[in-house]
């Protein structure tokens, strides 16, 4: 401890001792910054404490300068402590960096473009409970054809990013939107098969509407199964095609199923950060989700989706526990 210090806050301690002003409080706060950027600890700031007292109070009695001593060895434990602490909330921060780092690396990476097609009307939202986006979805698109893949990683964080990129990989490789749905499927199986981890699963939905035949063609591996909304009839019926998550076996027969869209019929693509939404009485049923639809159906797709997501995310008390995805074509 440099004796500059010690002189300096005997000076500060007498000043205060006598007059009690808030300029004397100003330079002990002023005094205590120097003490940081000299990494003095919580010990050696009570010994100068305890010294300087001596000097100027030197009648105090023996218990008093007893408890000094035992306010240092306090004083020990609580530094380094809170050096440990700080070293913590250090790797916190430049974990939550390397985070955002990665969530900016991801959302370019796997970006994509909702296409316009004449006929189609098209709305997409996706929205990560966290910083990393276990969900996926992607577009491609030709004249007369969309193709649309909507898939959720069953686990989150990086692992779950990685896992992305092979889907996007495998998607970027096919010839384009006219490919059917189970020859995509079963590229991205193969794909997911190989390169990622026994204990990594993703569930995956592909579709293609051809806006030539108004004709909606799908297939599934293990993914939440979408909702068709005929118009004419005013109701909901699911889209089921069996299949298995990708990545658990090479080869799989997946199911593929077609059905037409009339006018203001819709078909709704979602994970199960849709049907799986929570309130505080508990999971909030499809009927509900169905209302929710069905009450903004007259809307544009895009106005749609974010107000589905806006409501669930009221119902659930704006704690939103899992990655939302949501894509609705509708034919116009």
Request: net charge negative.
């Amino acid at each position: 401890m440099p004796q500059e210090f010690k002189r300096q806050y005997r000076e500060i301690l007498e000043q205060y001792t006598q007059r009690q002003t808030e300029h004397n409080l100003y330079e002990g706060q002023n005094f205590s910054r120097q003490l940081i950027q000299k990494n003095i600890s919580p010990e050696e700031v009570i010994s100068i404490h305890k010294a300087s007292l001596e000097e100027l109070m030197p009648e105090l009695p023996n218990n008093v300068w007893h408890s000094f001593d035992l306010l240092i060895e306090v004083m020990i434990r609580y530094g380094l402590a809170l050096k440990e602490h700080q070293t913590l909330i250090k790797k916190q921060e430049n974990f939550r960096m390397e985070m955002e780092l990665a969530s900016n690396v991801q959302q370019t990476l796997l970006k994509t473009k909702v296409p316009e097609m004449n006929s189609l009307d098209i709305g997409m939202i996706s929205v990560p409970a966290k910083e990393m986006n276990g969900d996926y979805t992607h577009f491609l698109n030709d004249d007369t054809t969309v193709g649309i893949a909507v898939a959720d990683v069953i686990g989150k964080g990086i692992p779950a990013a990685l896992c992305m990129s092979m889907i996007k990989y495998g998607m970027d490789s096919l010839n384009g939107a006219e490919t059917e749905p189970i020859v995509v499927l079963d590229v991205i199986n193969r794909i997911v098969e190989k390169s990622v981890s026994d204990s990594m699963f993703i569930s995956m939905f592909y579709g293609t509407y051809d806006t030539s035949t108004s004709v909606f063609t799908y297939a599934s591996a293990g993914h939440e199964p979408p909702l068709f909304y005929c118009a004419k009839s005013n109701s909901f019926s699911e889209l089921q095609a069996k299949g298995l998550l990708l990545g658990v076996i090479p080869n799989v027969k997946y199911e593929q199923h077609s059905i037409s869209l009339g006018k203001d019929d819709f078909v709704v693509m979602m994970t199960d950060g849709v049907t799986e939404c929570r309130s505080k009485e508990g999971f909030i049923d499809q009927k509900t989700v169905m209302d929710i639809i069905e009450s903004v159906r007259d809307q544009s797709a895009q106005d749609m989706v974010e107000y589905v997501f806006h409501k669930l995310e009221e119902l659930q008390e704006f704690e939103q526990r899992d990655d939302f995805t949501l894509v609705i074509f509708k034919k116009k």
